[in-house]
């Protein structure tokens, strides 16, 4: 069955510091999404993206935040200058169809900001 | 405000036992999500329903519109059934998924 990857698994990095969080979404599906989930706390959603664009984003996803699908493959979340708050796990996931429709998830990446 | 509350926020039960997590939602949606969240952090999705009642293996979930309520049931459990169980939400008017905070199970053998 085909998957959403995620690289790496785990990212550790310093404070202020740019981080790229990459994910390969399910090939036909259209429409991709970043969620953010601390530990101990509930998913959030972060921004969703189709046909190149953002389509929506959470009050989350700040200046700091940038989204791009940058070979028809890969689609990628870089957060810059990181802060000790953007520790979590990060998710992203795709979908063939616009919400609601079902959707599939990598298995996150860990982002540690020491 | 859109709000999704689950119960119980953590479950243990012996191996074969029948459970029941559920979910609750404050305002209309268009559908919801079941998913299951592994012990390394991985999310997979079980269910997405939006009446009725939908079953694959010894998974069942169930939603009542009018009520705003979905239920999760597990038969005969099993330890690796073990994992944290999150409801997650569309409402109507085509918002983001909004997801509950999550229900931990332990099935112990």
């Known amino acids: 069955e085909p998957e959403v990857t995620q690289t790496p698994s785990h990212q550790v990095t310093q404070m202020g510091q740019e981080v790229i969080l990459r994910c390969v979404p399910i090939s036909n599906h259209l429409y991709f999404y970043w969620y953010r989930q601390i530990l101990g706390q509930k998913v959030e959603f972060l921004v969703s993206f189709y046909n190149n664009e953002i389509s929506e984003k959470s009050e989350i996803f700040d200046d700091q935040f940038s989204v791009e699908r940058p070979d028809g493959s890969n689609f990628t979340l870089k957060i810059r200058s990181t802060k000790l708050e953007d520790s979590a796990m990060y998710f992203c996931?795709?979908?063939?169809?616009?919400?609601?429709?079902?959707?599939?998830f990598g298995n996150g990446t860990r982002l540690t900001v020491t | 405000k859109n709000e999704v509350e689950q119960s119980p926020q953590n479950l243990t039960a012996q191996e074969g036992e029948f459970i029941t997590i559920n979910c609750s939602y404050s305002v209309g949606i268009s559908a919801l999500h079941w998913l299951q969240q592994h012990p390394g952090g991985g999310i997979v999705s079980l269910f997405m329903?939006?009446?009725g009642k939908k079953k694959h293996g010894r998974l069942i979930a169930t939603i009542n519109i009018q009520e705003k309520h979905s239920s999760l049931h597990i038969t005969a459990s099993h330890p690796r059934d073990s994992a944290v169980y999150i409801c997650?939400?569309?409402?109507?008017?085509?918002?983001?998924?909004?997801f509950g905070k999550g229900t931990r199970l332990s099935v112990i053998a």
């Open positions: 997650a939400v569309f409402f109507s008017g085509n918002t983001p998924l909004v």
């Open positions: 329903l939006s009446s």
């Open positions: 996931a795709s979908s063939a169809d616009r919400a609601p429709s079902p959707l599939h």
